[in-house]
């Protein structure tokens, strides 16, 4: 059962409807250097034909981005991180997932959680999921020692 890492909100002014897809390809060019280093193929099954989303552009492509290398880091060698993407209710649903060591579910809650200890990554991305519920999305995630991570975002549809 996926953890939900936040909840569902109304889309604020400044968000724009955007085309998912050309964001994922750049994230996927940037990370395919530092994912080959370690024999990690990223393989990106995102529909051609799936609806715009909204979103602020730079901070989608940050977070997944973030997201990529936390799978990166986890991965075993010689392994795939695939990135799938369905269309449900409304939303476009990416999911992210590793083969590999995986990591505590007390962890990756920590990993989204804003701390007082100021500007580290975790707080980045306690912004970026709190961004990302403002567009009407969430973000779940599952992992267990051994078994890798799974990340599942969920992004309101402009429809």
Same mark, same amino acid.
């Given at each position: 059962?996926?953890?939900?890492?936040?909840?569902?909100?109304? !889309?604020?002014?400044?968000?724009?409807?955007? #085309? &998912?897809?050309?964001?994922?390809?750049? !994230?996927?060019?940037?990370? $395919?250097?530092?994912? /080959?280093?370690?024999?990690?193929? &990223?393989?990106?099954?995102?529909?051609?034909?799936?609806?715009?989303?909204?979103?602020?552009?730079?901070?989608?492509?940050?977070?997944?981005?973030? +997201?990529?290398?936390?799978?990166?880091?986890?991965? #075993?060698?010689?392994?795939?991180?695939? &990135?799938?993407?369905?269309?449900?209710?409304?939303? !476009?649903? +990416?999911?992210? #997932?590793?083969?590999?060591?995986?990591?505590?579910?007390?962890? +990756?809650?920590?990993?989204?959680?804003?701390? $007082?200890? /100021?500007?580290?990554? /975790?707080?980045?991305?306690? #912004?970026?999921?709190?961004?990302?519920?403002?567009? /009407?999305?969430?973000?779940?995630?599952?992992? $267990? !020692?051994?078994?890798? &991570?799974?990340?599942?975002?969920?992004?309101?549809?402009?429809?």
């Amino acid at each position: 059962e996926l953890e939900i890492g936040s909840a569902k909100a109304l !889309v604020p002014d400044s968000v724009l409807p955007v #085309r &998912i897809q050309p964001i994922i390809a750049g !994230v996927i060019t940037a990370l $395919q250097e530092k994912a /080959g280093s370690r024999q990690i193929s &990223i393989v990106d099954e995102v529909s051609p034909i799936l609806p715009l989303i909204y979103a602020i552009p730079e901070t989608l492509e940050s977070l997944l981005t973030d +997201l990529i290398l936390i799978l990166i880091d986890d991965a #075993r060698e010689d392994t795939l991180i695939s &990135i799938r993407s369905s269309f449900l209710d409304d939303q !476009v649903v +990416l999911e992210m #997932r590793s083969d590999g060591f995986g990591l505590e579910k007390a962890r +990756l809650d920590q990993m989204f959680e804003m701390d $007082q200890t /100021g500007e580290d990554a /975790g707080n980045r991305l306690a #912004r970026k999921k709190s961004a990302l519920t403002r567009w /009407g999305g969430e973000i779940r995630y599952h992992s $267990q !020692v051994s078994s890798g &991570i799974t990340f599942r975002l969920s992004l309101m549809s402009f429809a």
